[in-house]
């Protein structure tokens, strides 16, 4: 495909993404609950079903079958992209993820492999209820088998994607509803698909390194543009995948930065950050200042608006915790 740039949503970069796999890739197919006829709840599979046809299809709400039917076409020469419209129904399709999609490979001894891509969608927005509003992205990180990845530009939406659909591995790709519509990027469209894995900087800094992933990345960088007036300069680095970590780039970050503030809008506990952390204190790196996470609390996602600002984290407490790894004063991060 031609490299052009055109000037898309976050959910039209995803839509951009899914058009050329199934005009490049007549093995991919592309399903999911209302993705077909109705263009997906959000709108990001717009038209597909009007181009591809039967490749693009409606399913049972069944997330199960979903990825069931997934795996078991993937293991003879499909490549499917099934959709499961909140990650948190995946919950109900564990057993087709960890113990057959993750496996493949490894129970047919290289015979088999199970090239899905599971688009979903996760955390809180605006009235989302507590099993519509979860972060989950640990859970499939600690899976081997599985990559996980949690694209935060629309660039991202695109390319991630693509990254995913392309690679041999199964794939889950976590996007977040309140980055559909929020506003229009120029989007770098064609050219080579990017392989699996990397980091981004997206702001320089040289004081203290925050390392995030998904929508919250916006609220990290609202605190270090509210930080830098005050003589503190953040390093925002985007992990952009969960799984593999590149941990190579946030060592690089902290040679310039000694510090380290690890930002997600899952629960700290158990989360991706204590996970850093801890491979961060294994490699022996000398920090300034001792790391901090900074999570949602250990409460359910409340579905009223008010109350769910005062869980996932802003660019106040983030703000504080930057100020603290730097100053060790302030208002201490979110944790417990």
């Known amino acids: 495909m031609p490299e052009q740039t055109k000037r898309l949503s976050y959910a039209e970069a995803v839509n951009a993404a899914l058009r050329r796999a199934l005009e490049e890739r007549p093995e991919t197919l592309l399903f999911g609950e209302d993705v077909a006829v109705p263009g997906g709840v959000f709108g990001v599979t717009k038209g597909l079903r009007k181009q591809f046809g039967d490749r693009v299809f409606d399913t049972p709400i069944s997330e199960s079958a979903i990825l069931g039917g997934a795996i078991g ?90 990254s995913a659909i392309w690679s041999d591995d199964p794939v889950i790709v976590i996007e977040n509803r309140t980055l559909y519509h929020a506003g229009k990027q120029d989007v770098r469209l064609g050219g080579a698909v990017p392989p699996v894995g990397g980091a981004a900087v997206r702001r320089p800094g040289s004081d203290v390194t ?11 960088l609202a605190a270090a543009e509210r930080l830098s007036v005050q003589g503190i300069e953040t390093e925002v680095l985007d992990a952009r995948w969960i799984r593999p970590l590149d941990l190579d780039a946030v060592l690089g970050s902290l040679a310039r930065t000694g510090r380290l503030v690890v930002v997600h809008e899952a629960h700290t506990t158990g989360g991706v950050g204590g996970e850093v952390v801890a491979a961060i204190a294994e490699a022996g790196v000398p920090l300034r200042s001792a790391p901090i996470r900074v999570g949602a609390p250990p409460v359910r996602i409340p579905a009223a608006p008010s109350l769910a600002q005062a869980v996932i984290p802003a660019a106040d407490v983030i703000a504080g915790a930057l100020t603290r790894s730097v100053h060790g004063t302030a208002v201490p991060a979110r944790r417990e």
């Open 210 to 220: 925050v390392l995030t992933w998904g929508a919250v990345q916006q609220e990290a």
């Open 73 to 162: 076409a993937a293991m003879f020469g499909r490549r499917p992209i099934a959709e499961i419209m909140w990650a948190d129904f995946s919950l109900v399709a564990l057993d087709q993820l960890v113990n057959q999609a993750a496996n493949a490979r490894y129970v047919s001894r290289g015979l088999l492999g199970a090239p899905i891509t599971v688009r979903t969608q996760q955390g809180s927005a605006p009235g989302a209820c507590a099993q519509h509003s979860q972060s989950l992205e640990a859970f499939f990180a600690h899976v081997p088998g599985l990559r996980v990845c949690m694209p935060a530009t629309h660039q991202d939406a695109y390319d991630l994607l693509l």
